[in-house]
């Protein structure tokens, strides 16, 4: 028997309900597929905020960086929105991808063909899409210094960042990408600024260096402007999207919302070495919190993509993925995904029917 | 008489059709509303490469600066793609926005009735979109210093950039944009990435601190992450949008995109005092160059901007967008906006057929 340590981080708002489905799944899946899992609950975000008065615990990143991958539920919410920035619940995030080191975010976006009504964009345009972006996770204007307020010449108030990336940084993203593609079907597209930055022109320097050793993939650049036209007018183009971090929070999203439901989306970050964070890429949800309404699904497949890429159990993870697509043919539907003419489902009875499938 | 001296810059690809056409919708807009025009064509982009081996040259800015508005074409193509920066045709352009301080862009994205099934998004959600991104120009990362090539202190090379706002700068584009929501639907929601950013708290503090000068315009924050996600959820819930350089960039084209299409759409550059900038958003197309296949209607609309923000000529202005209205009512569509049931016609007779609306 296969044994892993998993660390969880229920976090806030709708968080402890979609963690609490995934453990479920992971559960019974490790029980069909000879895996046994350690899970270990530690608090995060607001949650550890008003339990430790810090939003990552060094416990809690300990465990962490302990244990063989890390699920993640959402952190944030009202409460704590007017915190100074070392106490809000994303600080305690942009740590913790610190703390683990996971560079290498992995957003998938695709439209599922029982979900393509979903999505607002024309059928025609939504359906087949199917793309990854690849996102620098430590790096970049997230983590750039100098940075912070002061004054200028003129004795004027500033507010600066630093938009930096170094030569590794690009290049571990960069192969990141490339080996991600190569898997897909084969297409790469860079996306930065370089008609305009520095940082961007360097990017695409390092980009197109790193390309050379991976020949098989046919390399593309895209300036952000463009591409998050592009993305509108007609996403299936893209196959695996590789840029840095700002870039990427903005594109990951804007793509995941052309799926239409993100409530489905699931997210990987991995490091070097170390264990992998696995998250939904939705947030907290605070108005919907404790009212058995979220879906699970962002979560569980958050749970197979830390079984394939956090832990190379491809198999238990495909189980995972072949099970959730079977319960939406099946017909169920949380709030978010609902349209009418499927079973109504909670976030618990989601789960229950995922548990059924697998 | 009134009389105004305009400065037209065709720029590269389909910039001189364009500027051609809407030269001739000025000239007869104001003879019709006792307006004198004085033309002055100058080179810039890669037609000034070309010429004088820089893509803005003095006496370009010079002309430019001393006329009372200035309209541009577009720039750019394949040919000057691999130039050195600054003897790309864009870093004319941002030159251009420098020399002639326009540091408030206004980027207007509505569906029209008659083009609303030129959108990908969905009929329902594309009707009725009428937003305006006030876009800061000539500040942020886009010319923050310092910025270059360097090396860290492990000898591993870098490249970087600085985001940079001090209270003048965003007191002023945020006062532009409370105007402007105040003459649209007095709502202005500003976009920035204050739970990471520093540069962004600051902004954010102070869109806040110019919001008590209008407390008639509802002001809402929204993180850029969101916004990429909203402009596709539902882009019907903005009127004015405020925002950086760079998320500037991002958003505006993403929403111009929204509108499907960015053949239409025009744009006003404005400093404090000076000539102001107005250009169509679209590239210079340099794949249909010289073919009379452009949609000069952007740019008609952007000499419409000009004569509204730039001269303050209010109703030559609206006799022009009349005119665009009435010519898409008429059936004609350039191939860009065509949908098959429509009169097919040229850049040109596009510009003909307004020229009869007049
Ligand atoms: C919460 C926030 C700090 C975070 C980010 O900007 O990275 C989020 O938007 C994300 O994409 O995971
Ligand atoms: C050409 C480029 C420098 C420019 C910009 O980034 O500002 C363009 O994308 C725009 O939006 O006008």
């Given at each position: 028997?296969?044994?892993?340590?998993?660390?969880?981080l229920?976090?806030?708002g709708?968080?402890?309900?979609?963690i609490?489905?995934?453990?479920?799944?992971?559960?019974?899946?490790?029980?069909?597929?000879?895996?046994?899992?350690?899970?270990k609950e530690?608090?995060?975000?607001?949650?550890?905020?008003?339990?430790?008065g810090v939003?990552?615990?060094?416990?809690?990143?300990s465990?962490?960086?302990?244990?063989?991958?890390?699920?993640?539920g959402?952190?944030?919410?009202y409460?704590w929105?007017?915190?100074?920035?070392?106490?809000k619940?994303?600080t305690g995030?942009?740590?913790?991808?610190?703390?683990?080191?996971?560079?290498?975010?992995?957003r998938?976006?695709?439209v599922?063909?029982?979900?393509?009504?979903?999505?607002?964009?024309?059928?025609?345009?939504?359906?087949?899409?199917?793309?990854?972006?690849?996102?620098e996770l430590?790096?970049?204007?997230?983590?750039?210094?100098?940075?912070?307020?002061?004054m200028?010449?003129?004795?004027?108030?500033?507010?600066?960042n630093?938009?930096?990336y170094?030569?590794?940084?690009?290049?571990?993203?960069?192969?990141?990408?490339?080996e991600?593609?190569?898997?897909?079907?084969?297409?790469?597209c860079?996306?930065?600024?370089?008609n305009?930055?520095e940082?961007?022109?360097?990017?695409r320097?390092?980009?197109?260096?790193?390309?050379?050793e991976?020949?098989?993939?046919?390399?593309?650049?895209m300036?952000?402007?463009n591409?998050?036209?592009?993305?509108?007018?007609n996403?299936?183009?893209?196959d695996?999207?590789?840029?840095?971090?700002?870039?990427?929070?903005i594109?990951s999203?804007e793509?995941?919302m052309i799926?239409?439901?993100?409530g489905?989306?699931?997210?990987?970050?991995?490091?070097?070495?170390?264990?992998?964070?696995?998250?939904?890429?939705?947030?907290?949800a605070?108005?919907?919190?404790?009212q058995d309404?979220a879906?699970?699904?962002?979560?569980?497949?958050?749970?197979?993509?830390?079984?394939?890429y956090?832990l190379?159990e491809?198999?238990?993870?495909l189980?995972i993925?072949?099970?959730?697509?079977?319960?939406?043919?099946r017909?169920?539907?949380t709030?978010d995904i609902?349209s009418?003419?499927?079973?109504l489902?909670?976030c618990?009875?989601?789960?229950d029917?995922?548990l059924?499938?697998?």
């Open positions: 028997k296969r044994r892993y340590t998993i660390t969880l229920p976090g806030d709708i968080g402890p309900e979609v609490s489905v995934a453990k479920n799944v992971l559960n019974l899946t490790g029980s069909l597929e000879g895996i046994e899992f350690g899970f530690m608090p995060m975000g607001g949650a550890a905020l008003d339990l430790t939003p990552l615990p060094e416990e809690t990143l465990t962490a960086k302990q244990s063989d991958a890390v699920l993640l959402a952190i944030g919410g409460k929105d007017k915190n100074e920035k070392h106490l619940p994303e995030l942009l740590q913790l991808r610190e703390g683990l080191k996971v560079f290498a975010n992995l998938p976006a695709s599922l063909p029982q979900l393509v009504d979903a999505s607002t964009l024309k059928k025609e345009v939504a359906e087949g899409v199917d793309l990854m972006v690849v996102r430590t790096g970049g204007i997230y983590f750039g210094k100098p940075r912070g307020f002061g200028n010449e003129n004795g004027e108030e500033i507010g600066f630093t938009e930096i170094a030569t590794y940084e690009i290049d571990r993203i960069a192969r990141v990408a490339f991600t593609a190569r898997k897909r079907r084969g297409k790469l860079s996306v930065d600024k370089a305009v930055l940082a961007s022109m360097f990017w320097k390092r980009v197109m260096a790193i390309a050379l991976y020949p098989d993939v046919e390399l593309t650049h300036y952000v402007d591409a998050a036209m592009q993305l509108v007018r996403p299936k183009q893209f695996t999207i590789v840029t840095n971090n700002i870039f990427g929070d594109l999203d793509a995941s799926t239409g439901s993100i489905m989306l699931p997210s990987a970050s991995l490091g070097e070495a170390g264990p992998g964070l696995f998250e939904p890429i939705h947030g907290s605070p108005d919907i919190a404790g309404k879906n699970p699904l962002a979560t569980i497949l958050s749970a197979a993509m830390l079984l394939k956090g190379g491809e198999e238990a993870a189980r993925e072949t099970a959730v697509l079977d319960t939406l043919s017909g169920f539907r709030g609902y009418g003419e499927n079973k489902v909670g618990k009875e989601m789960g029917e995922v059924k499938s697998i």
